[in-house]
């Protein structure tokens, strides 16, 4: 029945909008069917599980994390990795690295923050790339335009082979160390150097200006574990002794005066600590101090 039709019997065309509407509103009434449950998540061991190395270096914290696959029988490097190409160096997202302080790798500079490390393995030689842009998945939206530094290194033949992929900070020292990233029989080591002296001795000058107790020991020590101004030194030791003195702060004055050439005045630290160790109730402090005194005295005569 078209419009004309209703318009000749209104109360038809009334009956057909309410039953329109009351349709309409059943039909919005109806219960929605209800959503199916999510899958669970079956906890499965990952073919690649991921891996965090943490590690101090002089005043630096470096941290990295990477996703660690393994040879399995297979031939990575230079096949599945292949030569040439740049890799993630590591499995799933981009490997990072993060340092708490600038450092220098291969004597490129590198500031404080934290990084995606790419390689371009090869079988003579490695590139290393440091890539401002760390939340990368993979190297599949690697860009060189993003690359803060990038270095060439040697590999190194391993005699026993690294299944899992790996890597170690070893070599460690108070400015230095090396970063090493293992597998199968390949090592690429890579050089890492901070400057710890430079930091280290502003923050002595702002304390020992400062209003309170000094760290006379500790200063004298590092100024003379790092060869600077020893006659400095001396006059620190000289105050920790004032304060208190023990086989410690003794055998170090006896260590400084060596090094400034006053072999009898260091004789006589090196006598006086001995001392200072034999009233101590510790068996071992008497045995370590006087061994390093004696052998110090040795070494003086």
């Known amino acids: 029945m078209n419009c004309t039709h209703l318009a000749r019997f209104p109360a038809l065309a009334r009956l057909l909008v309410a039953s329109t509407v009351l349709a309409a509103v059943s039909l919005s009434a109806q219960p929605a069917a209800p959503k199916a449950p999510p899958v669970p998540r079956l906890p499965v061991p990952a073919a690649s599980p991921l891996g965090t190395l943490k590690q101090r270096v002089g005043l630096t914290d470096i941290e990295i994390v990477y996703a660690r696959p393994g040879a399995k029988g297979r031939t990575m490097l230079g096949n599945i990795e292949p030569y040439g190409k740049v890799w993630r160096t590591g499995a799933n997202a981009a490997t990072t690295v993060a340092f708490s302080t600038a450092v220098k790798l291969e004597g490129r500079d590198v500031p404080a923050g934290k990084y995606a490390l790419f390689t371009i393995p090869g079988e003579k030689e490695w590139t290393v790339i440091i890539s401002k842009d760390a939340e990368q998945s993979g190297a599949f939206e690697y860009k060189e335009s993003d690359d803060l530094v990038r270095f060439t290194v040697k590999p190194v033949k391993l005699s026993v082979p690294v299944e899992t992929l790996e890597f170690t900070i070893n070599d460690i020292r108070g400015d230095s160390a090396t970063l090493n990233l293992s597998w199968e029989t390949t090592r690429v080591p890579v050089r890492l150097t901070l ?16 209003e309170g107790r000094k760290p006379y020991a500790a200063a004298a020590g590092f100024y003379f574990d790092n060869k600077l101004d020893l006659a400095q030194a001396l006059t620190w030791i000289d105050a920790s002794i004032a304060e208190s ?26 006598n006086q600590s001995i001392e200072l160790a034999q009233k101590s109730p510790n068996a071992g402090i008497q045995q370590e101090y006087t061994k390093m005194n004696q052998n110090l005295i040795k070494s003086l005569k």
């Open 195 to 210: 400057d710890v002296v430079g930091p280290t001795v502003a923050k002595i000058k702002e304390m020992m200006a400062a």
């Open 245 to 270: 003195a023990n086989q410690t702060n003794t055998h170090l004055k006896a260590k400084i005066l060596a090094g400034l050439g006053r072999k009898a005045e260091a004789i006589a630290a090196a």
